[in-house]
Nanobody, 124 residues
Framework: NLVESGGGSVQAGGSLRLSCKAS????????MGWFRQAPGKEREGVAS???????KYGDSVKGRFTISQDSSKNTLYLEMDSLKPEDTATYYC????????????????????WGQGTQVTVSS
């Protein structure tokens, strides 16, 4: 079970930190990912992380977003800085099928557990 929090409304250039609390210790043993979906658009892979700390990012968020995890709290985070209006979307965390993040980490089919999503709105 994954539960996201931390979404909200912010002006362009601002920051938000999303959290994803897992009910098991899968945060440190599985590929964990953040995705987002804007109205009328496909779900987009934002970032992934696996237990040994290897992180991957989508091109649109590189240098602005940071994924991290705290295994002691079974929690995944997404620090979002320099937010833009195009970052507006519902953000989801997901737990992958493997204990590594494959090359297709940004594809939804690589994940078998999903949170309910948290809304992020960035105004110009």
């Amino acid at each position: 079970n994954l539960v996201e929090s931390g979404g909200g409304s912010v002006q362009a250039g601002g920051s938000l930190r999303l959290s994803c609390k897992a009910s098991t210790n899968g945060v440190s043993t599985s590929c964990m990912g953040w995705f987002r979906q804007a109205p009328g658009k496909e779900r987009e892979g934002v970032a992934s992380i696996v237990g040994d700390g290897i992180k991957k990012y989508g091109d649109s968020v590189k240098g602005r977003f940071t994924i991290s995890q705290d295994s002691s709290k079974n929690t995944l985070y997404l620090e979002m800085d320099s937010l833009k209006p195009e970052d507006t979307a519902t953000y989801y965390c997901a737990a992958g099928r493997f204990d590594y993040c494959p090359g297709s980490w940004s594809q939804s089919f690589e994940y078998n557990y999903w949170g309910q999503g948290t809304q992020v709105t960035v105004s110009s």
